[in-house]
């Protein structure tokens, strides 16, 4: 894409975004609006059980709609491998991955049953809807309540998870103390609903080749699944995801629409298009139910002495997806003595997954609740309880951080929000009939760097081209990508091409966790200096092209140290007395996340993270009838999500967080820090208002009336 701005550009400088203008215009293609010639469209057929087999699939009245080319089931479906490794994807949770139409089961509600594929849209639709399904039900549980009793710690776990480490003794330090608080929390299912649906067309190349254009977090992860799925070699699927329309952790795996429309492509050697519903969008990947035992005990000066903390999450039957959950109040406070544990409950849906700061938008926003209760157990200012149990380092692993510059988020935030005018007592301030809460937390999140390739060509007219697999789900990958190349090389933006979102550039993972700034401009910068070097040895002549891809080399300066980012978030809320009808009428999130690349880009995806925490404060819920083991509010209907009349005064600031040992740019990605701890506020400021703990999100109005 051609690059428009303006010179001098810096890292540092707040730069619009460059592929701004192509979203604006439509000239950004996303997964479903690539053309290919003889087009097919697929539209899938769910299931109606959340828990059985497929008796009979009747389909005569779907093939005999004029245009209906096929119906594609079980029955049916072109031979594929029969075992698991070949459907795991690199980001896959132990156990069994789903397998779209392999055979009679069915494991959840809504689960792919059939594709109809059409040469219209409308032929596939109209014809999905004569598909009539016999299933033999069977007794499914789908309450996460009832799944509580068979909670577990799975032998295998996720990659990268481990269970915290206990100090101390908790138990007999919370049982001798004097002030002590002990609660449960509850925090529900969400789905991710990004503006664009996931859709797939797979472009049939001929020769068993193909080109997937696909809504993904990571072109190379989907590009392998493929190839492993249909026995295809990796040199024969081509994967594009050069623009996505939001994914939240939604597209980290490849999705079934993905699996579909290659299945059918290679069945009938044709292309094919598969765009799920928004109501499908409910029947995959979701952020995983909750429920979060908190026991904290203080001295009489309101030092924590005890921690306990255990949490369970929700998993489907087939695979164990576990996350960190219980980890952070550990790492965060000062406390001598601390345990948890993290256990998992399997339930009859699909199965669980990352959603935007997954583990910590759960553990950290619940534990912040508990910490605010015991602040006020103990009869201390919420601000100041987190400033005297304040740890300078991480006090789970005993390590110190590459920096940590909480405190000064909590100081700077406090006077921005004006904290100091604040009145102790719940229920003590309000204006007309609205009662008046001021509420804070603390956010956390891993400050992740992986080494990852670049590669970028000087071209002898000057322009530079930068390039990787990597992706932008809208986090502004691009942006970052241009500023680091023209602060390294001294060059204006329009001289800059990026490219990305395609499986044949140099290798990178999905993207996710907040890492992507850092290291793929740790890699872009390594190269741009490589390629100023050869410039320099030619004494800045050239006739052909140079190009270089480059890994950056060498271990981290704080490799032994933990990294992170942190937050301090202040929320005002005013509660109609009568009604029970919350506004939140002032958030201030102040957040230590390192060198900051682009504070534009930088301050929309922390203003994304705390409107996506106002959904958890008050609106979000998926809601199952336990009958039908189904979602039943699987639309934006009555999937509540906040609106532009939800979202009033919001003000960030990025605290000054010099750090030289995190990142070898020295940044910590802020995608997901703003989500962190943003409901917590906005509950605890709810408290101070009326005077009424809700420990189950969200804090509807039949908990406030």
Known sequence: MAISSGTGVRIGDPVNRVDGVAKVTGRARYAAEHPAPDLLYGWVVSSAIAKGRIVAIHDHAAREVPRVVEVITHLNRPDTPQSDSCYKDDVAPPGRPFRP?????????????ALVVGETLEAARYG???VEVEYAAEAHNTDFRTALDERFVPREKRPMFEQ????????????????KLSAEYHLPIHFHNPMEMHASTVVWEGGGKITV???????????????????????????????????????????????????????????VRVVLTRQQMFSHVHRPEAVQSVALATDETGRLQAIVNDATTSTSRFEDNMETVCDWGLMNYACPNAAAESTIARIDTYTSGDMRAPGAATGMTLFEMAIDEMAYEAGIDPLQFRLTNYSDKNAMEDSPFTSKALRAAYLQGAAAFGWRKRT????????????????????????????????????????????AATSDIGTGTYTVMAQVAADTLGLPLEKITVRLGDSDLPKSP????????ASIGAAVQAACQ????????????????????????????GKDKSRATHSAVFAEVRVDEELGVVRITRIVSAVAAGRIINPKTARSQILGGIVMGVGMALHEEGLIDHGLGRFMNHNFAEYHVPVNADIYDIDVIFVDEPDSEVTPLGVKGVGEIGIVGTAAAILNAIYHATGKRVRSLPATLDKLL
């Open 510 to 517: 999905v993207e996710g966790g907040s890492r992507t700034a």
């Open 530 to 557: 490589q390629v100023a070097e050869k410039l320099r040895a030619a004494k800045g002549r050239i006739e052909k092209p140079i190009e270089v891809e480059v890994t950056p080399s060498g271990d981290l300066a």
């Open 101 to 113: 139409l392999y055979d009679e089961r069915i494991l959840f509600n809504m689960q792919p049953v």
């Open 213 to 271: 254009y696909d809504k993904s977090q990571g072109s190379q992860n989907v590009q392998r699944y493929l190839a492993h799925a249909f026995g295809l070699a990796l040199e024969d699927v081509r994967v594009m995801n050069q623009y996505v329309g939001g994914a939240f952790g939604s597209g980290l795996r490849p999705q079934y629409q993905t699996y579909l429309a290659t299945l059918a492509a290679k069945k009938l050697a044709r292309s």
């Open 424 to 467: 102790a007592e719940p229920r003590s301030m309000r204006e007309g009939r609205e009662l008046v809460g001021w509420g804070v937390a603390t956010g956390m999140w891993e400050a992740l760097y992986q080494k990852m390739p670049a590669r970028v060509k000087l071209l002898p007219g000057g322009e530079i081209e930068v390039s």
């Open 128 to 130: 999905a809807s004569l």
């Open 164 to 179: 915290p480490q206990n100090r101390g003794d908790a138990r007999s330090a919370y049982a001798r103390a004097s002030r």
